[in-house]
């Protein structure tokens, strides 16, 4: 049995043991000709070497036929009660977790735009890629045919949208079609979105457009690659169905085209999913839930223990301050971030109207919708917070009078596991090791400049790390466009002389360490609004290839490419960009 007093040790000790997960550059021979001086790789290059690094799997192992391969909604279905009316009519659940829900075909013809092979289709799917080059795989991954063993499923869950509860929210437009468990005995529920409407649809088609889906591909992937915990994105299947959208609400409806993205994560169960059972009193049901998330994806914890319930939250409080201050690390901004879209595993789902941040501002808003800022990206910090005091109240009713006290505890030490977290991950983007006092005056001080010179935040880090010491001292910021931009504060040349007198203070550190740690963490290519637009508008007449070339360059986003480097991917963003606007529509 936890007492509290051994919860709160485990949660600090946990707190203070966080390092920072270094991302291995693509290339790991130490042959000289491993990398060129500056870690160029051709896209020839990775591909040579993919299979080996990513996966080292024996093809023989793989699935050449999708009639082998089997999903079970068994475990789902046989722990919870399933809504006992059947049909897609929109309509108020209550007493279950799902309502079965059958997905609606996209029409014709259908295109695979877009597909992750290597490290989803073989590496998490155990399926041959040549699979899906089939019109098998075509319906099965849109919602045309079931998979042997599914029975959809939509998932009814409520939340917090914009700080105000809204009641029945649930899966509008995706459809579970069940787990899967692959050769590494891992279990992933497989997912359409975009697969037509369910019991939650609310006034949707159940639809998602072009533009939506390929944003949500490409992120999830890209945030992967990036290190940050996300579901993830096996295909993108697009079609000629006309979808109408009012992409920015303001009476300008167009027709779009329908896609459907097949996405995997370990669960989609979020805050909202206890919300709504705790808001209308279906209690046996919410510890049962509860239970099912605990002895499933939360190991550690002893299903006996009278205080597992505090033991799991004090684990969603670590887990989702460690995962808001990686978003931050890689200039993440989510966009939409309600309690319906925050997982209890503390991965990154739901990709609607997000942005990486290019000019440093803490005031980055990525979504137009959302005129209060409400989820700007330095806002993130606090919105976790309110998630998780939500989580609390959706929690309370199973708590005893001590568990809730000692779970007040517990959250209010969420900020200090942030700021912890936050202040390791942005050391390492500087390259500094041990412990000095001034290093948070040294990260402050640097982003306080970047926000005066609103230099761009990616590649500002990623050429502090391609710099020599000899680049630094003689302010040679030739080519360095970013740098170029910081160095114009008045206050620059202050804080290079500390940054470099830091640096001159790590014993046995040499430049090239220095340089080669930092490029590990600090990424050149991100997806940028204007990298996903220029795809999307390439994808809506059926030229899929910048797709594919976006997807490829951010598998390896900490390694330079010549195909990125010819498409500008790591230049100074083109003029047009800051026109750019994305909304909640999708």
Not at 182 to 206: A, C, F, H, M, V
């Amino acid at each position: 049995m936890w007492s509290f007093h051994s919860i709160l040790v485990c949660f600090l000790v946990a707190a203070a043991n966080f390092k920072p997960v270094y991302v291995l550059e693509f290339c790991e021979s130490a042959e000289r000709d491993c990398h060129s001086h500056d870690d160029t790789a051709s896209s020839s290059q990775l591909s040579q070497h993919t299979v080996k690094s990513r996966l080292n799997t024996s093809l023989a192992n793989h699935k050449h036929d999708l009639d082998q391969f089997k999903v079970s909604s068994k475990k789902l279905i046989e722990a919870f009660p399933v809504d006992e009316v059947d049909g897609n009519f929109v309509r108020t659940v209550k007493n279950c977790i799902f309502s079965k829900s059958v997905p609606t075909p996209l029409k014709g013809p259908l295109r695979l735009a877009a597909v992750s092979k290597q490290d989803v289709i073989e590496g998490i799917l155990d399926l041959d890629v040549a699979v899906t080059r089939s019109d098998d795989f075509l319906h099965y991954a849109s919602g045309g045919r079931l998979l042997p063993g599914s029975v959809p499923l939509a998932h009814r869950y409520g939340g917090h949208q914009f700080g105000y509860w809204a009641g029945q929210l649930g899966d509008g437009r995706a459809h579970s079609l069940g787990q899967y468990t692959n050769r590494k005995g891992e279990i992933w529920e497989l997912q359409l979105k975009g697969s037509g409407k369910t019991p939650y649809s609310r006034s949707g088609d159940g639809r998602a457009v072009i533009r939506s889906s390929v944003r949500e591909f490409l992120c999830s992937e890209a945030l992967h690659s990036l290190g940050v915990p996300t579901s993830r994105a096996a295909s993108l299947i697009v079609s000629e169905e006309p979808v109408l959208r009012d992409q920015f609400y303001n009476g300008n409806v167009k027709t779009e085209r329908g896609a459907v993205v097949l996405r995997l994560a370990k669960s989609w169960f979020r805050i909202g999913s206890l919300e709504i059972l705790a808001q209308y009193g279906e209690l046996d049901l919410l510890r049962k839930l509860l239970n099912f998330v605990i002895e499933e994806h939360f190991p550690s914890i002893n299903s006996a223990d009278p205080d597992k319930y505090l033991v799991f939250y004090t684990m969603v409080v670590n887990e989702t301050a460690h995962l808001i201050a990686q978003w931050m690390s890689v200039g993440f901004a989510h966009g939409v971030c309600n309690t319906d879209n925050f997982s209890l595993l503390s991965i990154t789902i739901d990709y609607g109207p997000f942005g990486f941040m290019e000019s440093y501002d803490t005031d980055f808003v990525p979504n137009t919708s959302d005129d209060e800022g409400r989820y700007s990206i330095g806002a993130q910090a606090n919105v976790g917070l309110f998630n998780l005091e939500k989580l609390l109240a959706a929690l309370s009713p199973v708590l005893t009078l001590k568990q809730r006290q000692g779970a007040k505890t517990i959250v209010k030490g969420y900020f200090d596991i942030y700021q912890m977290r936050f202040h390791q991950l942005f050391k390492a983007k500087l390259g500094l090791l041990g412990e000095e006092e001034a290093d948070g005056y040294l990260i402050a001080f640097l982003l306080k400049l970047m926000e005066d010179t609103r230099s761009d935040f990616t590649m500002t880090f990623r050429q502090l790390s391609e710099a020599s010491a000899q680049q630094l001292h003689n302010r040679d910021f030739t080519q360095m466009w970013a740098l170029d931009d910081l160095s114009s504060h008045k206050l620059f040349s202050d804080w290079l002389s500390l940054y470099l007198l830091r640096l001159g203070r790590q014993i046995n550190d040499c430049d090239e360490d220095r340089q080669r740690r930092m490029k590990n963490v600090n990424p050149r290519y991100i997806l940028r609004n204007w990298m996903a637009e220029s795809a999307i508008r390439k994808a809506e007449i059926n030229d899929f290839s910048e797709v594919e070339l976006l997807h490829r360059t951010l598998s390896f986003p900490y390694v330079t490419q010549e195909t990125a480097e010819e498409a500008g991917y790591a230049a100074r963003p083109p003029l047009w960009s800051k026109r750019l606007k994305v909304s909640c529509s999708s």
